[in-house]
C-alpha cells in the first residue's frame, strides 16, 4: 500500500504464503478498513441502504386490427410523438406492436393518442398463464360523435 501526495491510495497486492502470516494478515485489514470507509465512486448507484428504489418501466402488447405496411410509418410516427413511450417494437405479420412506458403514462392514454393521431384501434393483449392463452382487453371503448 502506498499513499501519494494528494491522499490517493495504491494498493500492492502481493500474496506470500508460508512468509511473514502477521504482516499479510495486518495488511488484509488495513486493506478492509480503507475499501470500507472510502466514498462511493462517482457515476455509480447508490448502493447503500434505505435509497430510493428504481421506477419500473410498464411494457404492453398491443394488438392492432387494421396494421400492414402502408399504415406502420403513420402508426411510428404516431408512437414517436407521444410522449412517455421509451421505445416500441412494431410486428406486421402478426398485427402487434410492442410498447415499454414510463409510470407516469398510462395504456389508457397511449391507446386514445395512438387513435387520435392515427385513427387505428388497439386492444391489450395478455396472457392467461393458467389456461396458456392470450386474452385480449379492450380498454377504451371509441365512439365516433
Not at 475499501?35 to 435509497?51: E, I, L
Not at 410486428?91 to 409510470?103: Q, S
Not at 385513427?119 to 380498454?139: C, H, M, P, Y
Amino acid at each position: 500500500m502506498l499513499i501519494t501526495s494528494n491522499n490517493r491510495v495504491i494498493f500492492f497486492v502481493a500474496r506470500m504464503r508460508n512468509k511473514n502470516e502477521s504482516l499479510y494478515r495486518r495488511s488484509s485489514e488495513i486493506t478492509e478498513i480503507l475499501r470500507s470507509s472510502a466514498p462511493p465512486a462517482y457515476n455509480t448507484r447508490n448502493r447503500m441502504k434505505g435509497s430510493q428504489p428504481l421506477k419500473k418501466h410498464h411494457l404492453f402488447l398491443l394488438f392492432i386490427e387494421n396494421l400492414n405496411k402502408e399504415n406502420q410509418v403513420t402508426l411510428e410516427n404516431a408512437l414517436l410523438k407521444i410522449r412517455g413511450i421509451i421505445s416500441f417494437l412494431v410486428d406486421i405479420e402478426l398485427r402487434r406492436c410492442t410498447i415499454r412506458i414510463c409510470p407516469k403514462l398510462t395504456i389508457n392514454q397511449v391507446i386514445e393518442r395512438l387513435y387520435v393521431k392515427s385513427s387505428l384501434k388497439a386492444v391489450v393483449v395478455t396472457r392467461d398463464f393458467q389456461e396458456g392463452t392470450e386474452v385480449w382487453n379492450q380498454i377504451i371503448t371509441i365512439c365516433l360523435v
